[in-house]
């Protein structure tokens, strides 16, 4: 037994075992069967006002989570199929119109999970995320992003993406005064 000590006591520390899990990430070799695939959040602006509202922490953000080199975001349809579709990261400008103007991508973390498995979740957020159920400030892509980011990195989205939406949600007048066909499918 006093040679199994005098051994762990020359061990060098790793650092990862003090500070965050990141960290360890980095230093541990994973085995064969583990993969870990980046997880990364594109960052849209809807409107050129972001160039002015941005350095306030405020601005209109359209997001979707890229991972295995897929994008996956939400959007609305007067539908009550799912609202999840699948894009070419970095590409809504090009799929979806000239206002969804990229702006960054920002690496949420990894997961641990295969193609099929991320495949099988975004099925099953298609229950809960339909095209009927948008809504700009309660249910939009936003929070499709977030939910998505929970399940497959344990992480949340940036705050500032969804702020305004949150703040405007929360002042039954100011989301009164956006025309209803914003705020809903028809």
């Known amino acids: 037994m006093k040679k199994v000590s005098m051994f762990f006591n020359r061990m060098p520390l790793l650092s990862c075992f003090s500070g965050t899990s990141e960290s360890c990430e980095e230093l541990l070799p994973l085995s064969g069967a583990m993969r870990k695939e980046p997880v990364i959040l594109n960052v849209y602006d809807l409107f050129a006002i972001n160039e002015y509202v941005t350095p306030l922490g405020l601005g209109i953000f359209h997001t979707g989570i890229q991972v295995y080199g897929t994008e996956y975001t939400f959007g609305g349809h007067s539908l009550s199929n799912t609202g999840i579709f699948e894009l ?26 295969s193609r099929d498995e991320v495949r099988r979740i975004v099925e099953q957020l298609g229950w809960q995320f339909t095209g009927n159920s948008y809504h700009l400030t309660s249910h939009n892509c936003n929070h499709f992003s977030d939910a998505m980011s929970r399940i497959l990195c344990g992480r949340q989205i940036p705050g500032w993406i969804n702020r305004l939406a949150h703040f405007v949600g929360c002042v039954p007048f100011l989301e009164r005064c956006l025309p209803p066909d914003w705020l809903t499918p028809m």
Request: no cysteine; aromatic share 8%.
């Open 88 to 113: 070419a990261p970095r590409s809504a400008q090009q799929e979806l119109g000239q206002n969804f103007r990229y702006r960054e991508s920002i690496h949420l973390g990894h997961t641990h999970l």
